[in-house]
Each structure stands twice: as structure tokens, then as C-alpha cells.
């Protein structure tokens, strides 16, 4: 199957700092991209779809200008939690899927980035 | 909206059988996905369901009735390795993939 990858894997940064999150998409190109992240024992919630190109869609109660989205190329969405908290520690998890039209509704995911903000 | 339930836990014995459930409220999908999870590590892609009926994937099988909103995994010959969640989630027309809350599967020697 299709691989996405994650860099960085593992990131600790203190209170205040500004964390950026790649996500590529190794073998195919990805028009739409996917955030989510996962609280310990929760579910994956979507936080938004990045798309290329474009201004991301934010999912209700995810605030646009600390999660700052950016999607340059067909291969790389980058996500940049900006003046990074506490609350904000999470397992963050992006996926991609292949264009409209090619008849794939799988979506592909990456190995996740875990935050921890002191 | 979509309204996803899972158990929220499970138990099992090494060898033997278990079956996960799900059940879903959506007018329409674009299939149904389940997923395993080992803690703190990537989702892993178990089945796709879009049309009724069984998928048969070596140890994992998996049901879907789309009249009933109902799906289920099912493991067979457990293994020490198969203790993870399992995630349920439906791709509505036109929009993102919603996820169950998982159901944390422990397997018992």
C-alpha cells in the first residue's frame, strides 16, 4: 500500500515554543492531506483537511491560528503548533488519500508524531 | 451526524475467537474501514467493507450490514500480538473519515 510518513516522530518542546510537523506522502500524490490527533485512550479526531494549494478547513472548536496548516506541494503538509501549551501534548496522526478519480477511498496514515510540551 | 459505538473494552483468550462490534447511524457511505492500533504507534489497515455481506482477510474477517448500520471484525486464533484497539470508521458521501471511539482488545495467555 500507498506510505505516509511523519518527521518528527517524538518532539518535546517547552511551554511558549512553536512545533512544526511534516507529513509526506512517499509514492503517490496527495491532493487532500488530514490531521487529526489523539488524546491517551481516546479515538482520532479530525482537525482538519488540508488541501494543496489552498487555505485548509478547520473542524469546529480547532483554533486556525495555532494549528497553522500548510499544504505547498502534493507530497508535503506541514502542521505548526503555534506558542505550544500543556493541553497541547497529544499524538498527532496525518493520512492522505490519492486524487479524486482514481477510484481509491482508502485513506493511507502516517506513524504519528507524539508532542509533549513541558 | 454520524453516531459511531464500540465497546469500549474487551477480553480474550489466546486461541479462541472474538467478534468486535459496531454500530453506526449514517445516511449513506463510501464503506466502512476498521483499523488496529498497538499503543502509541500508527494505525494499520485491516479490511474495507462497502457492500453487504462478509470479507474474509486470512485471520480477520469482516461483516458489514449497511440496512442494520451494523459491523463487526472478527478474530480468529488469537494471538498474544492481536492485544490492541481496533477502530471502526465510516467515510459518509462527500465527506472525512469518522472514527469510533475503539475498543481495546486484551488477549490472555
Known amino acids: 500500500g500507498a506510505v505516509v510518513s511523519q518527521h518528527p516522530s517524538r518532539v518535546i518542546c517547552k511551554s511558549g515554543t512553536s512545533v512544526k510537523i511534516e507529513c509526506r506522502s512517499l509514492d503517490f500524490q496527495a491532493t487532500t492531506m488530514f490531521w487529526y490527533r489523539q488524546f491517551p485512550k481516546q479515538s482520532l479526531m479530525l482537525m482538519a483537511t488540508?488541501?494543496?494549494?489552498?487555505?485548509?478547513?478547520?473542524e469546529q472548536g480547532v483554533e486556525k491560528d495555532k494549528f497553522l496548516i500548510n499544504h505547498a506541494s502534493l507530497t508535503l503538509s506541514t502542521l505548526t503548533v503555534t506558542s505550544a501549551h500543556p493541553e497541547d501534548s497529544s499524538f498527532y496522526i496525518c493520512?492522505?488519500?490519492?486524487?479524486?478519480?482514481?477510484?481509491?477511498?482508502?485513506?493511507?496514515f502516517g506513524p504519528g508524531t507524539r508532542l509533549t510540551v513541558l | 451526524g454520524q453516531n459511531i459505538d464500540q465497546p469500549t473494552e474487551m477480553t480474550a483468550t489466546e486461541g479462541a475467537i472474538v467478534q468486535i462490534n459496531c454500530t453506526y447511524q449514517?445516511?449513506?457511505?463510501?464503506?466502512l474501514f476498521w483499523y488496529q492500533q498497538h499503543a502509541g504507534e500508527a494505525l494499520t489497515f485491516l479490511s474495507y467493507n462497502v457492500l453487504d455481506g462478509l470479507e474474509e482477510k486470512g485471520r480477520f474477517s469482516s461483516f458489514l450490514s449497511r440496512s442494520k448500520g451494523y459491523s463487526y471484525l472478527l478474530l480468529k486464533e488469537l494471538q498474544m500480538k492481536d492485544s490492541a484497539s481496533y477502530l471502526c470508521a465510516v467515510r459518509p458521501y462527500g465527506q472525512n473519515f469518522v472514527f469510533g471511539p475503539g475498543t481495546r482488545l486484551s488477549v490472555l495467555p
Open positions: 493520512s492522505a488519500r490519492d486524487p479524486p478519480g482514481t477510484g481509491v477511498v482508502e485513506q493511507f
Open positions: 449514517t445516511s449513506g457511505f463510501n464503506g
Open positions: 488540508s488541501n494543496e494549494g489552498s487555505k485548509a478547513t478547520y
